[in-house]
């Protein structure tokens, strides 16, 4: 475990991850700072409390946004592979009308060939 001395909002923060995930706390911490640097220029006269709401509220309003869109694409994904396994079930039942339509013609192929000349 790494122990890391972040700083958000100017503020320190220490916490313990695992090694490898030490880059990608950082930036997390970097980007949270920024966020709340950006909530404060445009909520001018907002406390520290409020702004910590509106951060709050807007990474929920993130995290939501990002939910829809994976149900969306989990909902296409779901979609796509009905409409494939439907679309092979379709190349099946052609597959195996043209096998009884070749067979039929072998049969009278062989039938042809059985009949005595004139």
């Given at each position: 475990m790494?122990?890391?001395e972040?700083w958000i ?9 695992p090694?490898?995930d ?7 911490a970097?980007e949270?700072t920024?966020l ?6 445009s909520?001018t006269?907002a ?14 309003d993130?995290k939501h946004?990002?939910e829809?869109?994976l149900q969306?694409a989990e909902?296409v994904?779901?979609?796509?592979e ?8 379709e190349?099946?039942?052609?597959m195996?009308?043209l ?10 192929i062989?039938g042809?060939?059985?009949e005595?000349?004139?």
């Open positions: 790494a122990e890391l972040l909002d100017n503020r320190p923060l220490s916490v313990s991850v090694a490898e030490e880059q990608r706390v950082r930036a997390l970097d949270l920024a709340i640097s950006s909530l404060r220029t909520s006269g406390t520290e409390v409020q702004l910590l709401h509106l951060t709050a509220l807007t990474l929920a993130e946004a990002l829809q869109k969306k909902a994904q779901v979609d796509y009905i409409k494939s396994v439907s679309r092979e079930q190349q099946a039942q052609r195996a009308e096998v009884g339509q070749i067979s039929q013609l072998v049969a009278h062989e042809l060939e059985r005595p000349s004139a």
